[in-house]
């Protein structure tokens, strides 16, 4: 099956700063990548997603690109502030239509010091 | 997105009993429903998928027995705990494909089960 690694655990940036977590899949059949944002207690939130047809796309602050042939995504967030603390998801999903079922990586707990 | 409701948002019993989560789907019709566990500080890690009408597909390791879900309409489906323990106490979540004109997954607002 699937299997997702995201890096760092932790990261710890001062506010203003950029933050940059890393996620690899192994699957080479996933197509679809979204980001979750989970504060403490609460659900996970989609802030962002890609597709495989797609090798880069921006939100705002936030970006996230992708390389098909490394098997790699990264979610980019620029310019940090103090409510973008919370632990970040990546995951990977293969499918179609709305069935999607996505395998998550571990999660980045990101805190931006103001 | 899809909108999803998830009742209760925590709950305490006592070891030995029986604990009933909802999860609804308040603006689609959803055929298939994900029960999430997540422990303090860890990944969403997939327990079963809910399926109207028919059987659960439980992940390996899951107990069906344990976890038992019911997902008899369109609109609802539910996860017991049956005979808990304390080990039992983490954060269960549910989740919903977006619907037909989206890939994401919108999720519950999760079930904090405490088990003393």
């Known amino acids: 099956g699937e299997n997702v690694e995201q890096h760092p655990s932790t990261l710890s940036v001062q506010e203003g700063d950029s933050a940059v977590i890393k996620c690899t899949y192994s699957d080479s059949a996933s197509n679809y990548f979204p980001w979750y944002k989970q504060e403490l207690g609460k659900r996970p939130q989609l802030i962002i997603d890609i597709r495989s047809n797609v090798g880069e796309k921006k939100d705002q602050r936030i970006a996230v690109t992708l390389n098909k042939t490394a098997k790699h995504f990264s979610l980019h967030i620029t310019e940090t502030q103090p409510e973008d603390s919370a632990v970040y998801f990546c995951?990977?999903?293969?499918?179609?239509?709305?069935?999607?079922?996505?395998?998550f990586g571990r999660g980045t707990s990101l805190i931006v010091h103001p | 997105g899809a909108v999803v409701s998830q009742h209760p948002s925590w709950v305490i019993c006592k070891s030995g009993t029986s604990v009933k989560i909802e999860c609804r789907s308040l603006d689609f019709q959803a055929t298939t429903m994900f029960w999430y566990r997540q422990f303090p500080k860890q990944s969403l890690m997939l327990m079963a998928t809910?399926?109207?009408?028919?059987?659960?597909?439980?992940e390996q390791g899951v107990e069906k027995d344990k976890f038992l879900i019911n997902h008899a309409s369109l609109t609802l489906s539910t996860l017991t705990v049956t005979s808990a323990h304390p080990e039992d106490s983490s954060f269960y979540i549910c989740s919903l494909p977006g619907g037909a004109s989206n890939y994401g997954y919108t999720f519950g607002s999760g079930t904090r089960l405490t088990v003393v």
């Open positions: 809910s399926n109207e009408g028919s059987k659960a597909t439980y």
């Open positions: 995951a990977a999903s293969k499918g179609s239509g709305g069935s999607y079922i996505p395998t």
